[in-house]
């Protein structure tokens, strides 16, 4: 098991911190799926007052450009979590 001991008994035996992009990387799926039906989910709140709805498909289509923005935002706020933690 090399690797796993710490040099110092008050630092924890970690390999560094995960940078925001590759947390955005990570979570790029569930963000992209959530913007997605939250954009459908629109779609039907403005077919009530009387505009067009968006379908499905155009909702997840429009969700893969999205996605990306909403992702490093949820990376950000992981990685302050994640440093909140360890501090």
């Known amino acids: 098991m090399s690797g796993t001991r710490s040099p110092s008994r008050k630092e924890p035996a970690t390999e560094g ?8 990387i990570l979570l790029y799926p569930a963000t992209a799926l959530t913007v997605a039906i939250n954009l459908f989910l629109l779609g039907l709140i ?14 997840i289509i429009w969700s893969i450009p999205l996605g990306i923005p909403a992702a490093w935002l949820a990376g950000r706020w992981l990685r302050g979590l994640m440093d909140e933690a360890d501090g």
């Open 46 to 59: 403005l077919h009530s007052v009387g505009f067009g709805a968006i379908e499905p498909v155009p909702a």
């Open 17 to 24: 911190k995960w940078p925001v992009w590759k947390l955005a």
